[in-house]
């Protein structure tokens, strides 16, 4: 939460060759932007409502499920983010305490598991998007499809486990540890860990 | 079936998987084992959904957001100021100060975490610097944080409100006795300390020069008017006090203060929708969990193993305080609330505990368990932001959580510490 | 077997006592078990549906105004002072209407769903810090309503000005004054300590609170003949004891209000008072007309025709256009 954590955008590399990388870098920068404006907007949405109430004595209706609309986006843009940067929450005090090539093995593990899980869920959530289609759920103040608003779930799930996916390879490849395909793991970087 | 799950969910946690596999691990063997496959997945995902859709949650993003925003302009340090030029000069005065901020942020802040880093982020080293040892400075920041959780407004309060059905207004008021409680336990503590350390004072502040910070403080004076004010005011909900404040920081720091610039807004609202996320989709993943519990009825099991319907008021609260002071040793306080405070209902009610009264004593747990090792979420954050190692951080902490746990203890058998303002106000 | 039941109240409340005769029933006469599960315990209102038609509930409750989301048409019971306010013709008109036992059923049974009874939960009651005799006096005031656009625009017919807010803030916000109203049966009122946050309870009978039960068709469908004879005797069985239930329950809540609050006062409003806010009910019922879904027409024309028929079986007088309008859901 200090300036100094600030991720620069412009410094993301990739862990992908060739143009999958450049799509990936793409993705990586709309994620960043889809946050801040995420963010932003629920700000703005929820300040308008109280606005509207006390000025205009009409409150937005539809306030409530555009914010949840935005915090559905946030987690799940997020969390992609999130694995690229090495930024998900885990209890490394016991990890930490292993020797570097233990360290090395558990990370591996670690990042494959995680990701068979992150596409084992992306794959229910697009089921589930595809059922909430098809059974056409409406938002009832918006009156929008229900499942509008979270298409993103499959993408974040998916995206996060190629993340993680690409970790695991860079891991098999690489001397190092690696968090995420452009995080290290070790102690100077702890913020990196955990916040 | 549950001590697959749970040894399970332990081990991955201490093996060091990203903490939402053993959650997704936990709800995962729940469902093949109780639908016979992965066939039902698709319920886990609109469980984890369902986790994150609760309307006040929006609290949470919003109150982070305020706080970051107020951490890299100046309004954090300007409150900080006001409360060093009253009590600098008191012996462990600069300690008291830190516990003192704590209490002021909290009134801004719903979140330990934003306190550790907006008000330990400016006092730690002005702590150094007059003589405290590390040690008693780290664990006084994150265990002092807690009494943000208390004071209101409280993420812990509104989800329990939320989960529970209680109301918040009577939580809200009710957290502030025990908040104070605490302060007044530090500043006792911190008195001591600095006398037994013989940590030096600073120079009285003349009142010129407490009349200047206090009026160089008049603008970020506003956000405990806002939210105090809007929120007893009737002006807006708790979840639209922090968006309040969010505009409020805005105001203060990109045009009165001039401290912020578009870019960085770009910056502080991208960092807050991360930290949300990372934190959303554990509560998410929870709510998976808390539901193959649910479904499976498992608590009703274990709770009717221990008798606690035979308890009595007093063993219900302290199952309860113990049931969530170790589950919030472990997981995320918030997931925890999530988890338990809906299988605990059904004896809160036939008990005729206050809800409120409960809900205090949970929260405290919650706040207790922010800098509890080996998980507590402060703890990492004082390594993040300290870059101080983890047993460095955890080492003073000790006095600070038997304190903690005294004012639990003394909850129990004088509700009154944290009733006596709700009924003043609302009986 | 043991059969999954969940619904969107706790158990002390309308749909759990309902939910509890049930059980009592099915178990009684077969040698099936039911398992119950109450409000939250597995998601809210729209999780525990979605559930129920993947199979892993085998029944749910849900009241029309949530399954208004997935099935347009029933948003009808959102139209104010479409259901009678006399309980004979009420109750007749639940047990015949031809558009609850003809017209609905293929529309739940798109979704997957086989409806099984659609019963009352009782009078919806508005709650004010201020006394209310005429739609004038809602005016600015705001009241709390479910998120529903019929809901929202019979709130601003009457005059008021209708907030959506989540049920968890909706007693704080009274108390502090964001917002000055709302409206839920009596037995809700008095178990959420709502009248702890007002002052006057106003009866415009403009609707009585309706809720339905319905089973996963696949599951119903692939039970043998005797079975199902089983579960619809015991929503018979359930419905009358629902019926018996509920008569003297509101006069009983409202009771037990006034022992605790003996400041709040109730109003029945009369048939001359209540004119004007009936009057609003024409603008209700073509924004239905226009948001009901496809069957939307058929549906309204049928269920006053069954009003009609139910005034006449019931010998009360013809219906006065029936109120409607489905309160924020108790389980919300
Ligand atoms: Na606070
Ligand atoms: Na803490």
Redesign the pocket.
């Known amino acids: 939460m200090l300036e100094g954590d600030d991720i620069d955008d412009s410094q993301y590399v990739s862990g992908l060759p060739g143009p999958l990388g450049v799509l990936d870098a793409v993705i990586a920068r709309l994620e960043a932007v889809l946050l801040a404006i995420g963010v932003m907007l629920m700000a703005a949405n929820t300040v308008a409502n109280v606005v509207g109430r006390y000025v205009l004595g009409r409150s937005i209706y539809f306030s409530e499920e555009l914010n949840q609309a935005l915090i559905i986006l946030i987690t799940f843009a997020g969390i992609s983010y999130a694995a690229r940067h090495g930024r998900h929450i885990r209890m490394s005090a016991f990890f930490d305490a292993l020797p570097f090539r233990l360290r090395k093995v558990m990370m591996i593990v670690i990042t494959v598991v995680t990701a068979a899980g992150m596409f084992l869920l992306a794959w229910y959530s697009f089921d589930y998007v595809l059922t909430q289609a098809s059974r056409g759920r409406q938002l009832p103040a918006l009156q929008i499809p229900q499942w509008w608003i979270i298409v993103w779930v499959p993408l974040g799930f998916f995206l996060t486990g190629v993340q993680y996916a690409l970790t695991a390879v860079k891991n098999v490849i690489d001397k190092d540890i690696w968090l995420s395909t452009n995080t290290l793991e070790g102690y100077d970087d702890s913020r990196e860990e955990e916040v | 079936m549950i001590w697959a799950i749970f040894g399970t969910m332990v081990v991955l946690l201490l093996l060091g998987f990203p903490m939402m596999i053993p959650l997704v691990a936990g709800s995962l063997i729940g469902f093949v084992m109780l639908f016979g496959g992965i066939g039902q997945l698709d319920t886990m995902v609109q469980q984890i959904l369902g986790g994150i859709r609760p309307a006040s949650l929006i609290a949470v993003p919003m109150f982070i957001f305020a706080a970051d925003i107020m951490t890299r302009g100046q309004s954090a340090n300007r409150l900080i100021d006001v409360v060093m030029a009253f009590f600098g000069h008191v012996r462990g005065g600069l300690a008291i100060s830190t516990a003192g901020a704590c209490t002021m942020f909290g009134a801004v802040s719903g979140s ?1 975490q934003a306190t550790v880093v907006a008000v330990g982020g400016p006092l730690r080293p002005r702590m150094l610097k007059a003589g405290y040892s590390d040690k008693f400075t780290l664990a006084l920041i ?2 002092a ?2 009494i943000a959780f208390l004071i209101p407004p409280s993420i812990g309060m509104i989800i329990y409100g939320v989960v529970s059905g209680t109301s918040i207004a009577e939580l809200f008021i009710a957290g502030i006795g025990p908040g104070l409680t605490i302060l007044l336990m530090f500043s006792i503590y911190s008195y001591f300390h600095a006398l037994r350390h013989d940590v030096p004072t600073e120079p009285r502040a003349s009142w010129a020069e407490r009349r200047r910070a206090l009026l160089r403080a008049l603008w970020p004076m506003g956000f405990p008017a806002i939210i105090i004010g809007g929120i007893y005011g009737g002006v807006f909900s708790p979840t639209e006090a922090a968006a309040a404040c969010v505009l409020y920081a805005l105001f203060l720091e990109m045009i009165v203060f001039r401290e912020m610039g578009f870019r960085q807004l770009y910056a502080t609202a991208k960092s807050t929708g991360l930290i949300t996320a990372v934190v959303f989709i554990l509560v998410g993943a929870g709510a998976a969990f808390s539901y193959v519990i649910s479904f499976a009825q498992i608590p009703q099991a274990i709770l009717a193993g221990i008798g606690i319907d035979e308890m009595g008021p007093y063993g219900v609260l302290f199952t309860i305080s113990i049931a969530f002071f170790i589950g919030c040793m472990f997981v995320d306080s918030i997931v925890v609330v999530l988890i338990l405070v809906p299988i605990f209902a059904p004896v809160v009610q036939a008990t005729g505990l206050d809800p409120v009264l409960v809900g205090t004593i949970i929260t405290l747990q919650m ?1 207790i368990g ?2 509890t090792p080996p998980f507590g979420c ?1 703890i990492f954050t004082a390594i993040a932001i300290f870059k101080r190692p983890y047993l460095e951080v955890i080492r003073g902490t000790p006095p600070f959580i038997v304190m903690l746990l005294g004012l639990t203890v003394a909850l129990i058998f004088f509700p009154q510490i944290a009733l006596f303002l709700r009924d003043l106000a609302f009986r | 077997d043991t059969w999954r039941y969940a619904f969107e109240e706790a158990l002390h409340e309308v749909q759990g006592q309902f939910a509890q005769k049930f059980k009592e029933e099915v178990e009684a006469n077969s040698d099936h078990t039911v398992q119950l599960f109450p409000f939250g315990t597995l998601g809210e209102s729209a999780d525990i549906m979605e559930q129920t038609q993947s199979g892993i509930l085998h029944f749910v409750n849900q009241s029309p105004g949530f399954t208004g989301a997935l099935i347009p048409e029933a948003q009808v019971f959102f139209v104010p002072y479409l259901l009678p306010q006399n309980q004979d013709q009420l109750v007749s008109f639940f047990r015949n209407s031809k558009a609850i036992h003809e017209l609905f059923p293929p529309l739940y049974e798109q979704q997957g769903l086989e409806l099984l009874t659609m019963y009352p939960e009782g009078e919806v009651m508005l709650t004010t810090k201020a006394p209310v005799a005429s739609p004038e006096d809602l005016n600015e005031v705001k009241v709390r309503v479910m998120t529903n656009p019929l809901l929202v625009s019979a709130y601003q017919a009457f005059g008021a000005t209708p907030t959506p807010l989540p049920w968890g803030e909706t007693y704080g916000a009274l108390q502090t004054g964001i917002i000055q109203g709302q409206e839920n049966p009596a037995f809700f009122i008095e178990s959420t300590k709502m009248y702890e946050v007002t002052d006057h309870i106003t009866r415009l009978g403009h609707n009585n609170f309706t809720t339905a039960l319905m089973a996963n068709k696949d599951f119903f469908d692939g039970l043998p003949e005797e079975d199902q004879q089983v579960i619809r005797d015991a929503v018979d069985a359930a419905f009358d004891y629902i019926i018996d239930y509920q008569t003297g329950l509101s006069d009983e809540s409202l009771a037990k209000i006034e022992e605790a609050k003996p400041s709040i006062t109730i109003t029945e409003l009369t048939e001359e008072q209540r004119q004007p806010f009936m009057a609003t009910a024409e603008a209700v019922e073509q924004e239905f007309l226009k948001i009901g879904g496809p069957q939307a027409e058929a549906i309204l024309e049928q269920m006053k025709a069954d009003l009609a028929a139910a005034a006449e079986a019931a010998g009360g007088p013809v219906a006065d256009e029936t109120p409607t309008e489905e309160a924020e859901a108790p389980a919300d």
């Open positions: 330990t994150i265990n944080s807690d706040a922010s800098s402060d």
